[in-house]
């Protein structure tokens, strides 16, 4: 008898070991938020440079010089950088305001300057710590505005990058 309640025991664990596998479904894992942002900005300037007859540069391409500057002119812009933000360090940082990677950034976080400006000081918050000889957490005290820039910005371009990649047709660019 006490085989058969040990089987009985053991077909019980079995089926309920089964019954929660089939009950909960598989999730796929989310997709890193700097992955999807970083696909809907290559979609975005791999569209604008393609919009003015440039191929958008790969690995293992070997363009040409003169090519490589219209494609950097056209993605990075060009001239004088328009933007630039001084650092507690002493370093000085630049972008331009036009260019396809501008427009992308525009288009996801609806506020390129704002976006420049608050990522700028939010990833140099550690040399500005090691600059001042201060801890990470007395310098992020000093930022409240920057840090909550940063992250209404980017939880901005999150929203947009995810709507923006669901929207694709089968060429891969956005539907209309």
């Not at 664990?13 to 909960?24: I, S, T």
């Not at 201060?134 to 990058?161: C, G, M, N, T």
Request: proline share 9%; net charge positive.
């Amino acid at each position: 008898m006490s085989s058969s309640r040990t089987r009985g025991s053991w077909l019980l664990v079995a089926a309920l070991f089964l019954a929660a596998g089939c009950a909960a479904p598989a999730r796929s894992p989310r997709p890193d938020p700097d992955d999807v942002i970083k696909a809907a900005t290559q979609q975005l300037t791999d569209g604008c440079l393609s919009r003015q007859g440039l191929v958008p540069p790969r690995p293992g391409q070997s363009p040409t010089s003169e090519q490589q500057q219209r494609v950097s002119a056209a993605l990075f812009g060009s001239g004088p950088a328009q933007l630039s933000v001084s650092l507690p360090t002493g370093y000085v940082v630049r972008t331009h305001t036009d260019g396809c990677l501008a427009a992308a950034q525009q288009r996801l976080y609806g506020d390129q300057p704002g976006w420049f400006r608050a990522s700028v000081i939010v990833n140099n918050f550690k040399p500005e710590a090691d600059h001042n000889h201060q801890s990470l957490a007395e310098v992020r005290a000093r930022h409240p505005a920057e840090i909550a820039d940063f992250d209404r910005l980017r939880a901005h371009a999150l929203s947009q990058a995810t709507a923006l990649l669901s929207n694709r047709t089968t060429t891969g660019e956005p539907s209309p």
